[in-house]
């Protein structure tokens, strides 16, 4: 049967052994004839007229719509969707941080400084924990309730001044984020906005909210409540399971929501559930970008969690090992291929957000004052499924990933590495030990060379320029699972990165955890350009999303293109077939922000354009 290729040699290898299990990977070839008018985003659907295609022949829509317009709307919508989903997140965050802050959930706060650093930041005046975690939470989300007219009160506070300024002065401050997301759906609607440029700037309007509240602020609730980030050692991959262990999957990107089910696992007497039933305990196995955020904060869980098998398109395989026995879900990346397998499998599936529901999955909404109740019903739905399905399905896990991955970086755990300030770092890049810094973020897709093909060889030809590597998202599944992220790998590195990881002990490509820690790298930029007394453009920083696949990764790459950093793609983004949105997100916008979108299909060219803008960058401050 074919099937697109991987990176991950082990993990190929286990699905040609199942004959038996179709996943996306076999999906691919079907799917190898793309729609040419989809590819350029010059079909429009909106009106009953179409759907109306752009051609030499006919260059406008029925309505008058010009490819310009078209483009523009539809990429605008793509990331207003993206957007959307990481408000989503920060909206249940800062609701279960309230939760927390009232007493009402039996929960506490893990991180009392931090949240004391966090009210402070945002001007909140109380000096109680459990007061202070109220009104940071109501801050956020009157932030996201706010009226449209009307500036987020927390910009101010979060953004890096210089970047501020710049924003104010292009007229990108965004108002209540909720109400830019349905102003953006508004504005691409039938015969409404027609000005290109108009549309792209919303969109880096949505791309701010999304970077300070969707991710930034996401990271700094969830470390409050479910404890901080601390640099490990941790085992990844497939091996992680352990069929003697009743083993919950987890998929999506909310650990508010999860935490709650960590907290109860780990309490005394869950064991002994298990126990009964004749398995060890129970493990929470992590899978896309919540077992990334499991993993980042392993150090405070070591007991539950088993640890990250992978990223989105290795859950369907992981299934198939027979060693899952209950899948949760809470928000994306849970693909519908999930489906049959758990049938296949009997596997029995909970979902605990309804934006997540799956076909065949049982519903069961999250309320976090109610948090025992759903601990029990998820304890009670892995222990009936567990004796359901042993024995009669194969447990066969193949030995597969790492035991020496390097996790639980962040922005202050890696300032703490390094002595408490990122001086040693400057000074290595000053030096030309290390020539810069490559944020190598975003999706795992298929189609780029393959799953993780792309992110996995573009990052060892960065490394191999002694340009260090920071990842965040289902990159980091990548990476880790192909040994990148082990100390080993500093082998592969050019020989100034490579004396410093041997110094130090680290791999060359340091593991920030899920694509919300994407807001953590914003942190590492900002207070590098501070040490520096620059703004985030004139870092030696580029950015790239080599495989990006969902509407939530163009609103991250509307982020770092606000941050003023250069932006590499493999794929467009379905905007070729208009030369002026192409060309605003190619060239003028390096005028408007710093930074711009750079479009490279083949591995070796986009490294070398990536560190050509390194050693431009470098050049420009007199290194």
């Known amino acids: 049967m074919k099937m697109c290729d991987s990176a991950d040699v082990k993990l190929i290898d286990f699905m040609r052994s199942k004959t038996g299990v179709k996943t996306s990977f076999h999906r691919?070839?079907?799917?190898?004839?793309k729609c040419g008018f989809g590819m350029q985003g010059v079909c429009c659907r909106l009106c009953s007229n179409g759907p109306c295609r752009i051609t030499p022949q006919s260059p406008k829509g029925v309505c008058g719509a010009s490819a310009d317009t078209i483009v523009a709307r539809n990429f605008l919508r793509a990331v207003a969707a993206g957007a959307a989903c990481y408000l989503h997140i920060v909206e249940n965050a800062a609701s279960n941080l309230k939760a927390v802050g009232l007493g009402s959930t039996g929960l506490t706060i893990k991180e009392p400084e931090?949240?004391?650093?966090?009210?402070?930041?945002?001007?909140?005046?109380?000096?109680?924990?459990?007061?202070?975690?109220?009104?940071?939470?109501?801050?956020?989300?009157?932030?996201?309730?706010?009226?449209?007219?009307?500036?987020?009160?927390?910009?101010?506070?979060?953004?890096?001044?210089?970047?501020?300024k710049r924003w104010r002065e292009l007229g990108i401050i965004p108002g209540g984020a909720k109400s830019e997301v349905f102003d953006a759906i508004v504005k691409t609607s039938t015969n409404l906005s027609s000005d290109p440029v108009d549309m792209l700037l919303h969109a880096l309007k949505l791309g701010i909210a999304t970077g300070l509240y969707g991710?930034?602020?996401?990271?700094?609730?969830?470390?409050?409540?479910?404890?901080?980030?601390?640099?490990?050692?941790?085992?990844?991959?497939?091996?992680?399971?352990?069929?003697?262990?009743?083993?919950?999957?987890?998929?999506?990107?909310?650990?508010?929501?999860?935490?709650?089910?960590?907290?109860?696992?780990?309490?005394?007497?869950?064991?002994?559930?298990?126990?009964?039933?004749?398995?060890?305990?129970?493990?929470?196995?992590?899978?896309?970008?919540?077992?990334?955020?499991?993993?980042?904060?392993?150090?405070?869980?070591?007991?539950?969690?088993?640890?990250?098998?992978?990223?989105?398109?290795?859950s369907e395989a992981l299934l198939a090992t027979g060693g899952i026995d209950l899948l949760v879900s809470e928000f994306n990346c849970t693909v519908p291929g999930l489906e049959p397998l758990c049938e296949q499998f009997m596997v029995r599936q909970l979902c605990l957000d309804?934006?997540?529901?799956?076909?065949?999955?049982?519903?069961?909404?999250?309320d976090i004052q109610a948090g025992d109740a759903l601990a029990q019903k998820v304890m009670q739905a892995a222990l009936d499924s567990y004796n359901n399905r042993r024995g009669k399905v194969e447990v066969d896990v193949p030995v597969h990933g790492y035991d020496d991955a390097l996790t639980g970086v962040s922005e202050?755990?890696?300032?703490k590495f390094l002595g408490g300030t990122f001086k040693p770092l400057i000074d290595l890049i000053v030096a030309g030990t290390i020539k810069g810094v490559a944020a190598v973020v975003g999706c795992s897709n298929l189609t780029a060379k393959g799953h993780d093909v792309f992110t996995v060889e573009l990052t060892k030809e960065l490394i191999k320029r002694d340009i260090i590597v920071l990842s965040a998202g289902c990159t980091s599944g990548g990476l880790e699972n192909c040994g990148l992220m082990s100390p080993a790998a500093a082998e592969m590195a050019g020989e100034g990165?490579?004396?410093?990881?041997?110094?130090?002990?680290?791999?060359?490509?340091?593991?920030?955890?899920?694509?919300?820690?994407?807001?953590?790298?914003?942190?590492?930029?900002?207070?590098?350009?501070?040490?520096?007394?620059?703004?985030?453009?004139?870092?030696?920083?580029?950015?790239?999303?080599?495989?990006?696949?969902?509407?939530?990764?163009?609103?991250?790459?509307?982020?770092?293109?606000?941050?003023?950093?250069?932006?590499?793609?493999?794929?467009?983004?379905?905007?070729?077939?208009?030369?002026?949105?192409?060309?605003?997100?190619?060239?003028?916008?390096?005028?408007?922000?710093?930074?711009?979108?750079?479009?490279?299909?083949?591995?070796?060219?986009?490294?070398?354009k990536l560190a050509e803008i390194i050693e431009q960058k470098r050049k420009a401050l007199g290194l």
Not at 244 to 250: A, F, H, L, P
């Open 28 to 33: 691919v070839p079907d799917q190898a004839i």
């Open 215 to 314: 991710l930034t602020l996401t990271n700094y609730l969830n470390d409050i409540m479910l404890g901080a980030p601390e640099i490990r050692i941790a085992k990844v991959g497939f091996s992680v399971v352990d069929p003697d262990y009743i083993n919950i999957m987890v998929t999506g990107h909310q650990h508010s929501l999860i935490g709650v089910l960590q907290e109860r696992l780990a309490a005394p007497g869950a064991s002994a559930i298990a126990e009964q039933a004749g398995a060890r305990g129970f493990k929470i196995v992590g899978c896309t970008c919540v077992g990334q955020d499991l993993q980042l904060r392993g150090a405070h869980c070591a007991n539950v969690f088993a640890g990250h098998a992978g990223n989105n398109f290795t």
């Open 114 to 164: 931090l949240l004391n650093e966090l009210a402070e930041l945002m001007g909140v005046e109380e000096s109680d924990p459990a007061s202070q975690a109220v009104a940071v939470a109501n801050l956020v989300l009157e932030d996201l309730y706010r009226p449209r007219g009307r500036e987020m009160t927390q910009v101010g506070n979060l953004a890096y001044k210089p970047r501020l």
């Open 354 to 366: 309804d934006v997540a529901k799956k076909a065949n999955a049982e519903y069961i909404g999250f």
């Open 412 to 415: 202050k755990s890696l300032q």
């Open 497 to 608: 990165l490579k004396g410093v990881c041997r110094k130090l002990g680290i791999p060359p490509v340091l593991n920030f955890g899920p694509c919300l820690a994407i807001g953590r790298l914003e942190i590492v930029a900002t207070e590098l350009a501070r040490a520096l007394k620059i703004d985030i453009p004139q870092l030696p920083l580029v950015l790239s999303a080599p495989q990006w696949l969902e509407e939530q990764a163009l609103a991250d790459g509307a982020f770092g293109l606000a941050l003023g950093l250069p932006l590499h793609l493999a794929i467009p983004p379905f905007v070729t077939g208009s030369k002026l949105v192409s060309r605003v997100l190619t060239e003028d916008m390096e005028q408007l922000t710093g930074g711009r979108v750079i479009l490279e299909g083949e591995i070796v060219p986009a490294a070398e």
